[in-house]
């Protein structure tokens, strides 16, 4: 069965320092990763997405995504954390495997920019 | 295109009563997710669905819980009765079919059962 973990409930960061918000998965195939955001009172915006190729994967609003094989993980990043940036961060991973569609989710990680 | 519409946004509804929950996707996606956000449970997919086909409903909690999809453009999620335990934000999804479609959400709609 395919799973997502988000080890870090909360992450805290300067504003100016780089950020990192770890993500592990499991699955049977091959992954498709997904990051999303959601500020308060919305709903999951979608960040950036693994599918194959390079490993090194960029996004929306600077954010950039690394999939590593042998670790199984797949750790959000940003150069340079922005206070506007403070928001709850997803993990989701779907098994190319599995014959279905079901995208699973890891619990969130909070992420806390602060000024 | 206005991304995926869900209504009611907040419904505080009491105990017994029946609570339908609306979505509408984006128009040419053919795939439509229910999820529930909890802070206890994180995301949990309820049902998804293919070409207004149900496909999985596996993470439905109980009998309580229906979902259809009369038309491309159109879901519901019912509950009934609703329970104090149902209380949560509901979110419906939708994406373009194919390995690389990642889902779009819509706001949410947060129900609340005294």
């Known amino acids: 069965a395919q799973s997502v973990a988000q080890p870090e409930d909360q992450v805290n960061v300067a504003e100016g320092n780089p950020l990192t918000v770890k993500c592990t998965y499991s699955?049977?195939?091959?992954?498709?990763l997904f990051w999303y955001v959601q500020y308060p009172n919305r709903g999951l915006q979608f960040l950036l997405k693994y599918i194959t190729g390079d490993n090194l994967v960029k996004g929306s609003y600077g954010f950039e995504a690394e999939f590593n094989k042998s670790q199984t993980s797949f750790h959000l990043k940003k150069p340079s954390a922005l206070v506007s940036d403070s928001a709850l961060y997803f993990c989701a991973v779907r098994d190319s495997a599995s014959g279905t569609y079901k995208y699973i989710f890891g619990t969130g990680t909070r992420l806390k920019v602060l000024a | 295109d206005a991304g995926v519409i869900q209504s009611p946004r907040h419904e505080v509804t009491e105990m017994g009563q029946e609570v339908t929950l609306r979505c509408k996707p984006i128009?040419?996606?053919?795939?439509l997710f229910w999820y529930r956000q909890t802070m206890m449970r994180g995301l949990e997919l309820l049902i998804y669905f293919n070409n207004n086909v149900p496909i999985d409903d596996s993470g439905m909690p109980e009998d309580r819980f229906s979902a259809k999809m009369p038309n491309a453009s159109f879901s519901t999620l019912k509950i009934q009765p609703s329970e104090p335990r149902d209380s949560a934000v509901y979110f419906c999804a939708s994406s373009l079919g194919g390995s690389t479609g990642e889902l779009f959400f819509g706001e949410g709609s947060r129900l609340t059962v005294l």
């Open positions: 699955v049977s195939g091959n992954p498709y």
């Open positions: 128009s040419g996606h053919d795939y």
